[in-house]
T-cell receptor, first 115, second 111 residues
Framework: EAQVTQNPRYLITVTGKKLTVTCSQNMNHEYMSWYRQDPGLGLRQIYYSMNVEVTDKGDVPEGYKVSRKEKRNFPLILESPSPNQTSLYFC??????????????FGDGTRLSIL | DAKTTQPPSMDCAEGRAANLPCNHSTISGNEYVYWYRQIHSQGPQYIIHGLKNNETNEMASLIITEDRKSSTLILPHATLRDTAVYYCIVISGGSNYKLTFGKGTLLTVNP
């Protein structure tokens, strides 16, 4: 089954403790992206990747890192999490950012709580 | 990307067709209209998209007006599981292929 898989689904942690949210897709998609969703603010893009080893900042990249060493994986790293990063996070993938007639597919989300 | 306008909420009876409107009056010629939905904090689910022509798939139909300034998503036989927030999005070219979700329409399907 074609899917985008995120782990963990839920995490409660403390300020400053490094964490990684993994994202994997099995559709051989070139494009991957991370979003966060907060009440009243909608979905905001954090980082995106057009292909292996190609990543760039979205609208709200501060406090986050990403890497794209393999096509299928696009982990989101919080080196020193802070309470303002408490949010619902979504990973998405698409065939390519060059083909707008190819939809983005989303994972089920990761709910992070930073205390 | 062109801005979209949707009603904040709509109700529909189970088994009836749900028609969700979207206004995108500033859309340009190479911009696509996409519809997604989100069920209670789950991941946004792709429904359908189109450029100029009407489109139909196993989930829904998309009707785009001839001037492309508005569109309607049609769920032909709504069920309780279709209760969700529906987002109409217009996207254009650009390297970051960012999806910008507005407030959407909360569709409530009633028994």
């Amino acid at each position: 089954e074609a899917q985008v898989t995120q782990n963990p689904r839920y995490l409660i942690t403390v300020t400053g403790k490094k964490l990684t949210v993994t994202c994997s897709q099995n559709m051989n998609h070139e494009y991957m992206s991370w979003y966060r969703q907060d009440p009243g603010l909608g979905l905001r893009q954090i980082y995106y990747s057009m292909n292996v080893e190609v990543t760039d900042k979205g609208d709200v990249p501060e406090g986050y890192k990403v890497s794209r060493k393999e096509k299928r994986n696009f982990p989101l790293i919080l080196e020193s999490p802070s309470p303002n990063q408490t949010s619902l996070y979504f990973c998405a993938s698409s065939f390519s950012n060059l083909y707008l007639n190819q939809p983005q597919h989303f994972g089920d989300g990761t709910r992070l709580s930073i205390l | 990307d062109a801005k979209t306008t949707q009603p904040p909420s709509m109700d529909c009876a189970e088994g009836r067709a749900a028609n969700l409107p979207c206004n995108h009056s500033t859309i340009s010629g190479n911009e696509y209209v996409y519809w997604y939905r989100q069920i209670h904090s789950q991941g946004p689910q792709y429904i359908i998209h189109g450029l100029k022509n009407n489109e139909t798939n196993e989930m829904a139909s998309l009707i785009i007006t001839e001037d492309r300034k508005s569109s309607t998503l049609i769920l032909p036989h709504a069920t309780l599981r279709d209760t969700a927030v529906y987002y109409c999005i217009v996207i254009s070219g650009g390297s970051n292929y960012k999806l910008t979700f507005g407030k959407g329409t909360l569709l409530t399907v009633n028994p």
